[in-house]
Each structure stands twice: as C-alpha cells, then as structure tokens.
C-alpha cells in the first residue's frame, strides 16, 4: 500500500515537473517557433495572429498620435494669432425671425420666452449664417452672434423685423349673481 502511494505521488511529480515546462520547454515562445516544423503548430499560429494584431494597434495608434500633432500645431499658429473671438446675444421681442449685425455670424438661435397664452413654443423654420425664422410669432428670441477679427465690429441696435402689435382686448363678461 505504501508503495502504491510513493508511486502515484512520484507520477503526479512528475507530470507537474512535465507541465512546468510548457509546450515549448525552456524556450520562449518565439525561439519555439523559429524551429521548423514548429512554425504551424497551433501555439504558434496564435502567437502570430497576436503579434500582428499588436502591430495593426500600434500603426493605428501612431496614426492618431500624428493627427493629434497635427490638430496642435494648427491650435498653436491660431493662438499665435493676434485674432480673437467677439460673440454678443442679441435679444428680438415679439417677432419670428432673428439676425445678427454687419460683420457677425449666427451661431445660435432660441425661443428663450414663450407662454401657452402667446400660442407656446414654436418651430424653427430655417436659420443660416445670418439669421433664424421661427414658423410663428414668438415673445423672446435669442440670437447668439460671433466674430473672429483684430477688433470687435461696431454694434448695431436690434430692431424687431416685424411691427409690434398692442395685444387683442377680450370683453369682459357680464355677471350674472
């Protein structure tokens, strides 16, 4: 019975000491595979498909590091630039459609006020570089206007691009208690 045990232990040795080893026994994987008919076992084969899957990551990886280097020098020669940025909000009551002054570029367009009485929020029709149109009548209009240049172009007072109407007076009800 001891005997049994000493042997069973001795084989469960070594096949540990067989799996330490590896496939490839003391060699890296890459010296394995150097070796000639070991080229298309299946470890190696593997190893392969990694390897070039790394080199596709790296290419593609050294391909977005070159257009970050890129997007920074172009960054770079505009800070250096004497040109800034002049953006100003302009504010249109009770009209459909917004623009911004000589020199400025509409950026951005809102129905900043409404209410459910006025006919509520409202669709925007159409907007360019110029100006925004609202498809009805609006309370308040946002109109946000930028600018690259050396100085800022000269403001221009808003004017309501249709003429303001006094509100509709309903009768008032007669009581009746």
Do not use: H, W
């Not at 390897?51 to 391909?63: E, G, I, K, S, W």
């Not at 249109?92 to 911004?100: G, I, K, L």
């Amino acid at each position: 019975m001891k005997f049994t045990r000493i042997l069973i232990v001795a084989g469960i040795a070594a096949l540990g000491a067989a799996c330490a080893t590896g496939r490839t026994g003391n060699k890296s994987l890459e010296e394995y595979c150097s070796i000639g008919d070991n080229g298309g076992t299946d470890i190696c084969k593997v190893n392969a498909a990694g390897v070039d899957r790394d080199n596709r990551t790296r290419a593609l990886a050294q391909q977005g590091v070159d257009a970050a280097g890129r997007a920074q020098a172009t960054a770079e020669a505009a800070m250096a630039r004497q040109d800034g940025v002049f953006c100003e909000t302009r504010t249109f009551n009770r009209t459909n459609a917004a623009s911004c002054g000589t020199g400025y570029t509409l950026v951005g367009c809102a129905q900043s006020r409404y209410t459910y009485r006025a006919g509520g929020p409202t669709v925007m029709r159409d907007m360019d570089d110029q100006s925004c149109r609202f498809a009805t009548r609006v309370l308040e209009i946002k109109a946000r206007c930028c600018m690259v240049g050396a100085s800022r172009a000269p403001t221009e007072p808003v004017s309501d691009t249709m003429p303001q109407q006094q509100p509709e007076q309903q009768p008032t009800p007669e009581r009746t208690s």
